[in-house]
């Protein structure tokens, strides 16, 4: 099983960029899914998560960065808006595939040990 990041690059505060992860080896449709972030010389924090319906999903940050996901492409998306420079780091993503069908809360969804598959990341750096 691979996910596979991308979409990442150098971009100015204030712009978009839309990331995707898109799995290789085993549908992802009945698992949650999160994107988490790693800055240099920081440790790695949960940004976003969503259950495999997408009834559900979980910000560390409210407001500029929604995750959603498409079942049929087998990828889940993070579209991150009005970027800062603090938001720089690699982003990947995780599948917790040890349970289908998961409901969990924001505690859940954010605790890095409870997924169990991870992405190589994908670089984005936003410049002031």
């Known amino acids: 099983v691979q996910l596979q990041a991308s979409g990442g690059g150098l971009v100015q505060a204030g712009d978009s960029l839309r990331l995707s992860c898109t799995a290789f080896g085993r549908a992802i449709g009945i698992y949650f899914m999160g994107w988490f972030r790693q800055a240099p010389g920081k440790e790695r924090e949960f940004v976003a998560g969503?259950?495999?319906?997408?009834?559900n999903a979980f910000y560390a940050e409210e407001g500029r960065f929604i995750i959603s996901r498409e079942n049929a492409k087998n990828t889940v998306y993070l579209q991150m808006n009005s970027l800062k420079p603090e938001d720089t780091a690699v982003y990947s993503c995780a599948a917790d595939f040890s349970r289908p069908y998961k409901t969990t809360s924001y505690t859940g969804a954010a605790r890095a040990a409870d997924y169990n598959y991870w992405g190589r990341g994908t670089l984005v750096t936003v410049s002031s």
């Open positions: 969503i259950d495999w319906n997408a009834d």
